[in-house]
């Protein structure tokens, strides 16, 4: 009952920048831990960044210092600012939340994906 849609990805060039951006929404009561995630074909998905109802932000090692979360807590929004991309950060970027549903049925919820394409 918790949908979430990513938007913002596409191609763009080594050392240039993309904003993703997510939204939450459905029947839901709260939303604890909210961000990130990325995935090559035949690789495991990984962490890029999440940040949990407190604002506290925990990011990968491969986006330290070049990128940022956020997340606006009134709209059940997340966005991840990646800057100075590289053509390893290449993947489809996934939004991620999880929390409690109206019912205090805990969720975990998946956005379809979208994609990021850095190339020359």
């Known amino acids: 009952q918790v949908q979430l849609v990513e938007s913002g990805g596409g191609l763009v060039q080594p050392g240039g920048s993309l904003r993703l951006s997510c939204a939450a929404s459905?029947?839901?009561?709260?939303?604890?831990?909210m961000g990130w995630y990325r995935q090559v074909p035949g690789k495991q998905r990984d962490l890029v960044a999440v940040m949990d109802h407190g604002g506290n932000a925990n990011y990968a090692d491969s986006g330290k210092g070049r990128f940022a979360i956020s997340r606006d807590y009134a709209k059940n929004t997340v966005a991840l600012q990646m800057n100075s991309l590289k053509p390893e950060d290449t993947a489809v970027y996934y939004c991620?939340?999880?929390?409690?549903?109206?019912?205090?049925?805990?969720?975990?919820?998946w956005g379809q994906g979208t994609q990021v394409t850095v190339s020359s």
């Open positions: 991620n939340a999880d929390g409690y549903e109206s019912s205090w049925k805990i969720f975990n919820s």
């Open positions: 459905g029947s839901f009561r709260s939303i604890n831990r």
